[in-house]
């Protein structure tokens, strides 16, 4: 796999820019691996749960979210967004978001969100153990994929691995932390972080060359055991694939401390 410096990132820099009419742009650090013109899935996938957590009182959290990638979400093009609460609860609540193009759903998300409750949780052992931060590689591979100029895999994250590399074939446990924000001024969550680095489950477990076949993730589920801490984001990821173009990439989530929860990815898989 070809290599390259990422390029520089500014203050202004971010993967969408917000319109004044309370639409948004994907920018070019959103650009995905398999056509410069449409999005990374990572970044919708992160705006959709930024959506949803616009209509939070501080008093929930996300237990769960499911992103469909319905359609290519293009770059350069306002993308209308809507958000709502489906189901209103005491303790269980569940919400949604999308994003339009032309009156067209390119991409939705459904959550299930729970009360938080402040009382003491049970003291049960982790039965995953996390991946330590100093176990984590210092060198820095930078693939370039299907384009050389700037794009989300390639200049938006930063990766450390603890296990396999870009290129390597099979499971991997790697470490991704953004380089830039969601919107230019404004703090990533937690969870917006840990949605931009779960959708990489499939490209750094791929079992097959990129340049041959496809394996394409048209959603993503992410359950969460409790709140991320911190900026890197680990992921202990794995692909199997089927016989008849179907396939599941499989990560167990951490952060710093440990285990956070796990993400799952439908593939779509079949040769270029």
Known sequence: MTQRQQAPVSSDDALFRSLDDGRFVAT????GPWNPAHCHGAPPSALLTRMIESIDDGEWQLARITIELQRPVPVAEPLTASCEIERPGSTISIASSSLNVGGVTVARARALRMRVFDGQSP???HQIQPMPADAASSQEIVPTFITDDIAYASDSCEYRFARGAWGDHGAADVWIRLRLPLLAGEAVSPAQRVAAAADFGNGVSAGVDH????????????HLARR???DWIGLSARSEYGDSGAGVACSHLHDALGPIGVSAQSLLVEPR
């Open 211 to 222: 340049l041959t076949w496809l394996y394409i993730n048209p959603d993503l589920t992410i």
């Open 123 to 125: 003291n049960v052992p």
């Open 28 to 31: 070019q650090w959103a650009r």
């Open 228 to 230: 991320a801490t911190g």
